[in-house]
């Protein structure tokens, strides 16, 4: 395996650009990964793997993990420690890296019938990491990503998903409305979250059919228009103090009711 | 009001190790409180606050709130916005702080019927804030500390807890397992989160008496004391890849659980 001991390699400082522009992994078509497990993850998730980078200590440390990245990567190289340094997002690195591509996520014309979420405008990274690892959980059948939300291929995505983001089918939506129509055609019911009242309490709502949830940004909720598109509203009723509960919270516990029956 | 104009003051030394030292803070009973919201929050909450800290540009910009602060605490000083960066935890500081006096948390003897949720070794303040958030918006009376669990004071808990910290009654219970023979005299069911598969699956689990909800640490879960003490175990019934269910986001699907029947 070749040695990178430079961090001016320029395959090495594409790499870093990755983990820090969002502009520029869209550009390119690829993302950069961090962690022997996450990297282990992406390859047997069928995620295609560009170039792998180990440490000499990663690939003893980490043997298993590393032989079975590289055996799936177009190329391997080792790379000294202040090299990892660059590409690395941690405190802690373990010194595994792969450069991936994004797979296609295309929004979906034709859904198969199952029990999705949409997310609106999702911005916070760990919030959208998290309902994407509950979701894997709870068995949704996948997320839409819809209007302008957080990149999902930032490392704090990547990490807080604990591999998520591969084995789940996650589609990208930026003109989401225009979608609605095909969806109810289907035979889709669009559930949009709301905190109002005059909803449907989320304990009442008939989930058996093909359902898509939405749930909208932090602090501003769902559009105005996702709202009004959406077959019904549903709510959940709170004893306490409403306000407290965050998006990531309110997302976790709707996919739970949507899914409960089905269990 | 007096301004402090150096870091080396006495006072604002204390502030600051309060910060950084857990044990600082059981030592002296203290803690150190960022940001204006969080602190207005505090001093409506009850909690007493023995010093506030402004800088010039705070009083100005959050001036209701400053006002408020100050006229509840014991004391009141100006500090130059380099004496605030010694204090802060965060990039971009407000430039308000309160040390504060913990209010007493003594282990519950004699509960008040009603639905709480013990956490065992929750070691994550990330989790255990964003816990205490949820269990408000979903109205639980009260959240027990068993164990070895991380310090509900750090600043990261103060902040992910959006202030639930101080409006929940949070208590302390080192010796979990001494108190469970009075709660269950005293006619609670306790309930102990498990994964396992012989357990009551919560969708089908009777919380409609006084009800005590058991989650344990992250990684290794409740300690088989506990289990084997509760009156019974429950589970969460999953479609999806239970390992990638986390602490917080069963403590939130179990609690919603409990109380969705309340609301």
């Given amino acids: 395996m070749d040695v990178i001991t430079s961090r001016q390699n320029s395959s090495i400082r594409a790499a870093a650009k990755l983990n820090h522009s969002a502009a520029f992994r869209r550009q390119e078509g690829k993302f950069l990964l961090e962690g022997a497990r996450l990297c282990r993850d992406a390859v047997q998730s069928g995620v295609q793997v560009l170039t792998a980078y180990f440490t000499s200590d990663a690939m003893q440390k980490y043997r298993?993990?590393?032989?079975?990245?590289s055996a799936k990567a177009q190329q391997a190289f080792e790379i000294e420690p202040h090299v990892a340094q660059l590409l690395s997002d941690t405190k802690h690195s373990q010194g595994v890296f792969c450069v991936c591509q994004m797979p296609p996520k295309d929004p979906p014309a034709s859904l198969a019938?199952?029990?999705?979420?949409?997310?609106?405008?999702?911005?916070?990274?760990?919030?959208?990491g998290a309902v994407l690892r509950t979701g894997e959980a709870l068995g949704i059948d996948g997320v839409i990503l819809a209007g302008d939300c957080c990149d999902l291929y930032s490392p704090k995505?990547?990490?807080?998903?604990?591999?998520?983001?591969?084995?789940?089918?996650?589609?990208f939506a930026p003109a989401v409305l225009a979608l609605f129509s095909r969806w109810h055609e289907q035979g889709f019911i669009t559930w949009a979250a709301v905190p109002a009242q005059h909803a449907i309490p989320v304990t009442k709502a008939d989930f058996s059919g093909p359902s898509i949830l939405l749930v909208g940004n932090e602090g501003a909720g769902l559009s105005d228009d996702v709202i009004q598109q959406a077959s019904?509203?549903?709510?959940?009723p709170m004893r306490g103090r409403a306000e407290s509960l965050n998006a990531a919270a309110s997302a976790s516990i709707l996919m739970w009711e949507m899914l409960r029956g089905l269990a």
Same sequence: chains 1, 2.
Avoid: K, W
Avoid at 113 to 128: R, S
Avoid at 158 to 170: I, K, N, T, Y
Avoid at 232 to 236: D, H, K, S
């Fill in 64 to 69: 298993p993990y590393a032989d079975e990245i």
């Fill in 157 to 171: 995505i990547l990490r807080a998903s604990m591999g998520a983001v591969f084995r789940l089918p996650v589609y």
């Fill in 113 to 128: 019938h199952g029990h999705y979420l949409a997310l609106e405008n999702i911005q916070d990274p760990a919030n959208l």
């Fill in 232 to 236: 019904c509203c549903v709510t959940i």
